[in-house]
């Protein structure tokens, strides 16, 4: 089984291969710009490091938020186009699903809480062994945050936030090392999402606040 997975959610860009269970080539750019040109020459890497065509593949998978609105869509429109014309499935991975996948040793609860650059934070709680969050994502003000009813492991890019947060509030919680999504963790979630071991997700947009844009003077 050979996933090709994309990833621009945050403050990163990547692009893994998978097959059988196995990253077989994967490249990644750290940055908050730049996603949209940066994702097609590192599909062309992967693809030729792993001496596949995109017809050989079995899905392409995308990243499709929580997050950046220009760095989700264009990871979704290259993924989407890609699949299309390769006649594939196009598979969504949720940001919290990316970054659980991501931790390299898991114990209970994990919470993926990604910074919308408003002075809130997007919420996905996963219970213990969960590969899927328990509930949609939520937007909450720092302050405002639930306390966890045991010890939790934080992850995304606010998760040192948050920490300091809920520990002020007596809450039983330590940041973990999973702060930015990675698409080879994306590719082994879309893994079990092809086989039917998780529930399936579109591959559109995951938005829980709408864009910060501007009206013209």
């Known amino acids: 089984m050979w996933i090709l997975a994309l990833d621009a959610s945050l403050a ?3 692009a893994a291969l998978l097959a059988d269970g196995v990253v077989r080539a994967h490249r990644l750019q750290d940055g908050e710009r730049g996603h949209a040109a940066a994702l097609p020459p590192m599909v062309q890497a992967v693809l030729r ?7 050989d593949l079995d899905a392409v998978a995308a990243v499709v938020g929580p997050g950046g609105f220009t760095g989700i869509r264009a990871a979704l429109a290259l993924a989407q186009g890609i699949a299309l014309a390769a006649g594939l499935p196009a598979l969504g991975v ?3 699903e990316a970054l659980v996948a991501g931790l390299a040793a898991r114990q209970g609860a994990v919470w993926s809480v990604v910074d919308t650059r ?10 213990a062994g969960a590969a899927t ?3 949609p994502p939520e937007a909450f003000d720092i302050d405002a945050l639930p306390l966890p009813a045991g010890p939790v492991t934080l992850v995304g890019d606010a998760a040192e936030a948050v920490a300091a947060a ?3 509030r007596g809450a039983a919680v330590v940041a973990g ?4 999504p990675d698409a080879a963790a994306a590719a082994r979630v879309a893994a079990l999402r092809l086989a039917g071991r998780i ?4 591959a559109r947009p995951l938005y829980v606040e709408p864009p910060a844009v501007r009206l013209p003077a």
Do not use: H, K, Y
């Not at 490091?49 to 017809?55: F, L, R, S, W």
């Not at 529930?199 to 579109?202: C, D, K, R």
């Open 199 to 202: 529930p399936a997700l579109a």
């Open 12 to 14: 990163r860009c990547s």
């Open 118 to 127: 408003r002075g809130r934070v997007v919420l996905e709680r996963f219970a």
């Open 166 to 168: 809920l520990l002020a």
């Open 49 to 55: 490091e792993a001496g596949v065509a995109a017809a």
């Open 177 to 180: 090392a999973s702060r930015q």
């Open 133 to 135: 969050a328990s509930a």
């Open 94 to 96: 949720s940001t919290g």
